[in-house]
């Protein structure tokens, strides 16, 4: 996707999401779920690190992410609409609505060097692995799918992961994990 598209679809999505927005800030301040945003420091194009910004969707603590869940939080989650913040970083310049996804921070040392070629491009709220299995998919076939996507971008491939993306939303098939494995 070029930045000129890129831009001009997040500031759509925000105009047609702002009512979602109103709603989930809403539902936060009622029931009381401070903070509201999780922010995150994540891996960019070029390795360059950014501060990536997400619905919070887990209570904040220690304990283990099952027993830090939350209705509202299980809720967004299980819709996606905690990504929704992103597209700020998309208008930032951060991530893109396509690319691999961004990794935090602790990750970039523990990925492969061949497959570090995936921070060549911006990062996306989704992408090809997150619409070829996501969470379900072993680290290894992630990083193979990123390097598919960066060495085959096309408007046609990007249409392609923007239609399989819409399919995998309305369809309430979902692939959530509280818990990614670790690298």
Not at 121 to 130: D, H, K, L, M, S
Request: charged share 25%.
């Amino acid at each position: 996707m070029n930045r000129l598209f890129d831009i001009l679809a997040s500031i759509i999505l925000l105009l047609l999401t702002s009512w979602l927005f109103l709603a989930i800030l809403t539902l936060y301040t009622l029931t009381l779920e401070f903070p509201i945003f999780f922010i995150q420091h994540r891996i960019g194009r070029d390795e360059k690190v950014f501060k990536m910004i997400k619905f919070r969707t887990l209570k904040p603590g220690t304990l283990p992410a099952r027993e830090r869940r939350f209705l509202l939080g299980d809720i967004l989650r299980f819709f996606s609409l905690d990504e929704l913040p992103q597209l700020f970083n998309v208008l930032k310049g951060d991530m893109s609505l396509i690319g691999p996804r961004p990794l935090p921070v602790e990750y970039l040392n523990r990925i492969p060097q061949p497959y570090r070629r995936r921070h060549d491009v911006r990062p996306g709220i989704t992408g090809w692995a997150q619409v070829n299995g996501r969470h379900s998919i072993p680290w290894e076939e992630k990083f193979k799918l990123d390097l598919y996507y960066v060495d085959n971008r096309s408007v046609l491939l990007d249409m392609k992961i923007i239609l399989k993306t819409l399919a995998q939303l309305l369809s309430f098939r979902k692939d959530v994990s509280l818990e990614e494995p670790e690298l």
